[in-house]
């Protein structure tokens, strides 16, 4: 199979997008990725919380300017 990208749902909020994943090759190539690590009130993602990394990486937090 020749997976290119990869979306989860719900886990944190119904309806809302808590990972996606990018493969370049394929699933035996590198991938790249963001999740939502936190929602607020309002179920928006808070950016201190957001993850962006690639596979192998324990990722990078970007926090709020």
Do not use: C
């Amino acid at each position: 199979m020749n997976k290119l990208a990869h979306w989860d749902y719900d886990t944190l909020a119904k309806g809302q997008l808590d990972d996606s994943i990018s493969y370049v090759g394929g699933t035996t190539g590198n991938a790249v990725g963001a999740a939502v690590l936190v929602l607020d009130d309002s179920s928006s993602p808070r950016p201190e919380a957001l993850r962006i990394g690639f596979a192998g990486d324990v990722g990078a937090r970007f926090p709020t300017p």
